[in-house]
């Protein structure tokens, strides 16, 4: 498996249905866990597939809709009970601090770690986690209250050294973080140049996670995630309903795949199906007619980057 992966634990709208549970994903990059949105069922789901409780940094929300953060007092409070010591952050928009204080307070507070609330102004792009691994940026969202999607940006080493040419050129240790920043290696005396290309190495591609849940289309936020390795966008009506989309600030499967086409993403994920579809056949058929590197998420799916 790859050690960049999207596991969905619930993929539907706002009514649980015998098909879908609530949205809430688990980004899983180098051992760590980030969940975005935490729906009803989330810790079950976690469970079923096998996701450590353990290796949970942080929680990403993306709006105050029950359907993608009621899951959260309970989550909060398996994790006391399972000894977590460690902080938890939480990030999402304005009002998550209102929502979840005075359930900290009134049935977490002999907990032994520490619950870390951030709020954020939904209205612009914006840095809201950063460590060795990973950049996570905000991507504003056009709902029925503030909401913003999240863009996962790999961190990656951009040269690597190639220790035989190295060698073999019998370069001194001293000399690596130098060509490791792109430098050609000069000789004291300033005799020899051996050009960088002959010692590194280019390093991998940084792979890329957007997710975009619960939204109107808006293309003009293409170029934020432009070449995105994989989209999570919502489609949670056909286009024979676009007049409901509208009024209830969603996406159809077509727009979703406009989205994914204009930001020249690698592939689509779509979700956020409304209750009305018994099946995603149709959604998956809309989307693909655009877009053909399309998949319907599922519960249980795990989409290795």
């Known amino acids: ?55 949970l940094v942080a929680i990403f929300i993306s709006h105050l809709h029950g359907d993608h953060c009621f899951g959260l007092p309970g989550l909060i409070s398996s994790l006391g009970m399972l000894g977590r010591t460690g902080d938890l952050h939480i990030i ?19 907990m032994a770690y520490r619950v870390v609330l951030t709020e954020t102004d939904t209205r612009q792009a914006q840095t809201v986690w950063e460590d060795r691994s990973v950049t996570i940026s905000t991507i504003p969202l056009k709902h029925r209250t503030p909401t913003q999607g999240y863009l996962f940006r790999e961190k990656v080493t951009p040269l690597h050294l190639d220790k035989a040419s190295a060698d073999f ?15 050609d290696f000069v000789s004291e005396v300033g005799e020899e140049v051996i050009p960088n290309s002959r010692l590194t190495k280019r390093g991998r591609e940084a792979r890329s996670y957007a997710y975009c849940s619960d939204t109107s289309y808006l293309p003009n936020n293409a170029p934020l995630i432009k070449g995105v390795t994989l989209l999570y966008h919502e ?47 149709d959604l998956l058929a809309e989307a693909r007619a655009i877009f053909p590197c399309t998949e319907a998420a599922n519960e249980g799916m795990c989409l290795e980057l």
């Not at 879908?20 to 994903?25: E, N, W």
């Not at 077509?254 to 209750?275: F, N, P, T, V, W």
């Open 1 to 55: 498996m790859s050690d960049f992966n999207v596991h969905i634990l619930g993929c539907g709208s706002a009514l649980p249905t015998v098909a879908h549970l609530p949205s809430s994903q688990v980004v899983e990059l180098r051992g760590k866990l980030y969940m975005i949105d935490c729906g009803e069922g989330a810790q079950r789901q976690m469970r079923l597939q096998r996701l450590s409780f353990g290796k």
């Open 235 to 281: 489609a949670t009506f056909l286009t024979s309903e676009s007049a409901r989309a509208g009024q209830t600030g969603h996406s159809t499967a077509r727009e979703a795949a406009l989205m994914a086409q204009s930001a020249e993403a690698k592939r689509l994920l779509i979700g956020h199906y409304s209750a009305r579809y018994h099946a995603t056949d």
């Open 169 to 183: 050129y019998g370069i001194p240790l001293a000399a690596y973080p130098a060509i490791l920043r792109g430098e």
């Open 92 to 110: 999402g928009p304005v009002g998550l601090k209102r929502f979840l204080e005075p359930i900290l307070e009134l049935f977490c507070d002999q």
